[in-house]
Each structure stands twice: as C-alpha cells, then as structure tokens.
C-alpha cells in the first residue's frame, strides 16, 4: 500500500471518531473530612479535666475541640454556630457544659463515640455573664447582668428555687443595681461560702447556708477577675486599672495593693497551690517575672 493511501485512510478513521465533550458535575465529586488537625480558628474559652487528661477550647463561630493523650480528640459543633463564652467540665464525670452567646446552656455528654448535647437551658429575662462550677458540686452558679446569681442543678438541668437577688447581696436599703456578676468563686475551705463580684466595683462574701453577706466591700474600679488563695486565708483580685489588691475575708480593707504591670487591664489570675500568683493581662501573650510581698509570704507574679 502506497504512503498517500496510507494517509489518506489515517484521515478518514480520524474523521469518523465523535467529539467527546468532558463536562464535570456536581455528583462527580463527593468531599469528606477525613482529618480536623489544630486548635480552632479564633478560640474564646478554655477547661481542662485534670482527672481525664482531656482539655477544650472553644471557638467564636460555635465550634469546640476537646484534645487529650494520643488518639483522644473529637470536634463538637452547636447548630446556631453561637459564640462560645465559657466552657466548664464536670470533673470526672464526662460531661462538658458550653455557655452560648444566645445565653444558652448546653450539657454534652463525653461517654459515647459521638459526644451529644442531651440538655440545653436557655435564659430568657437575664443574660449570662459569668458560670461557675465547683469541684464535685451538683449546683452550677451562674451570674446574670441584672446583678443577680442563679443556680442550675447539673443533673435535672433546671433552674433552682433558690437565689442571690442583687438587692439582698448588697444592701436592701440601696435602689441602684450594682451591675452584671462578673465573677463567682466558690472558697476553697467552705463551700458554703460565695464570692460575688460586680462590675461596679462592689464585692460581697455570701453564705449560702445562712443566707446572709458576711462581707461587703466597694472598691474604686471594675473587678475583672478573683481567685482565692488555696488555704481560703485571702483571694486575689484583678481589676480595670491593672491593680491587684489582697482581701482577707474578714477585712473591709484590701491588705495590699499592686500594680506589677501599670495600668493594663488584668483579665485572667490564678493562685497555685503553693500561693504564687499568675496573671494575663489584656491581649498580651507574653511572659514576665515580678517578685512582690504578699501578707507575710513570697509569691511571685507572672
């Protein structure tokens, strides 16, 4: 066979060959996740289970990421993608309750594959601004911007009939409202007793037996955060001038006040057990050494 009849036919089986037109659908592709690696994106709140090993944070958008020893992690994610305020574990127990923007209450449990929320709670007259969850307690404080602090049984879920109304925390005879609870802690030796802040700058020591303040104070600035010593002798507070001040709760007056980094906000403050002091202040992630004197003891402040 001559090359142009070889051609020639070359040219003919191409011509007959259909043009094929590559069109991708949607049904062509099928993602799924198959690994969530790293904390998630903007987180708002933090709680560690040191009995489980486990921690959680949780995120603007709704979102929580519980990560412990290898192979322990899971993602939990709320319907209305509600900023995530703060987060608190029932220590040992495998349950993590979630505060929402939406001033909800969630309850997930922890003991199946697939962790669940099994009771959520929602605040409809006052707004949530504070939780506190003692260890081993059955009763969840909770802080609203009414200046009031409720109580929420961890395992109905549900709202108790007891409650610290503002007006009987501060006085009776005073009309103005102190302002939103913005911190709540349990004393480490009584757990009878209460500390209420408020974020006009008054304190009350509350005794949830007697239903009586065994102290009242009023300081100068907003109160920020609290934390009492472990022995329960004094608590520290952090205030909107960057202060620290020393209480005794016996004491009207503070003990000691000091200002180990001028005048930024302090916004987190820890006591450890062995009566040191840490601090963050503001959005400042960096840390730094400073040695004070607290009553009659050491303590050094980061």
């Known amino acids: 066979m001559t090359t142009a009849v070889r051609k020639w036919l070359g040219l003919h089986v191409r011509s007959k060959t259909p043009d094929v037109e590559e069109v991708l ?42 990560m412990g020893q290898s192979g322990i992690e899971s993602y939990l994610e709320h319907e209305e993608q509600a900023e995530i305020q703060q987060l608190l574990f029932l220590i040992n127990e495998g349950a993590l309750i979630s505060v929402t923007d939406g001033d909800c209450l969630h309850m997930w449990t922890l003991r199946q594959k697939v962790p669940t929320v099994v009771q959520t709670l929602r605040f409809t007259r006052e707004k949530v601004t504070c ?20 109580f929420v049984s961890t395992h109905l879920f549900s709202l108790s009939n007891y409650g610290v109304h503002w007006n009987q925390a501060i006085s009776v005879q005073q009309r103005a409202k102190p302002g939103a609870v913005v911190v709540l802690s349990e ?39 609290v934390s009492w010593l472990s022995d329960g ?40 057990h062995c009566n040191d002091v840490g601090i963050r202040q503001g959005n400042d992630s960096s840390l730094s050494c400073h040695s004070c004197r607290m009553a009659q003891s050491n303590c050094r402040v980061w």
């Open 25 to 66: 659908q949607e049904s062509d592709f099928q993602l799924q996740k198959t690994v969530r690696h790293g904390l998630p994106h903007q987180p708002t709140a933090i709680a560690v289970d040191e009995v489980q090993g486990i921690f959680a944070v949780g995120s603007r958008f709704g979102g929580i990421r519980i």
């Open 131 to 150: 939780c506190c969850l003692p260890l081993q307690s059955q009763w969840l404080y909770v802080g609203t911007d009414s200046g009031n602090v409720r």
């Open 187 to 225: 004393q480490p030796t009584d757990t009878n007793k209460l500390l209420i802040a408020y974020h006009s700058g008054q304190l009350v020591l509350w005794d949830m037996k007697f239903r009586r303040a065994i102290l009242r104070v009023k300081h100068t600035s907003s109160f920020y955060c």
């Open 233 to 272: 002798s004094k608590f520290v507070c952090g205030h909107s001038n960057g202060e620290l001040t020393v209480w005794s709760p016996k004491s009207t007056q503070p003990l000691e006040i000091l200002t180990p980094h001028g005048c930024s906000v302090c916004t987190h403050l820890f006591c450890t």
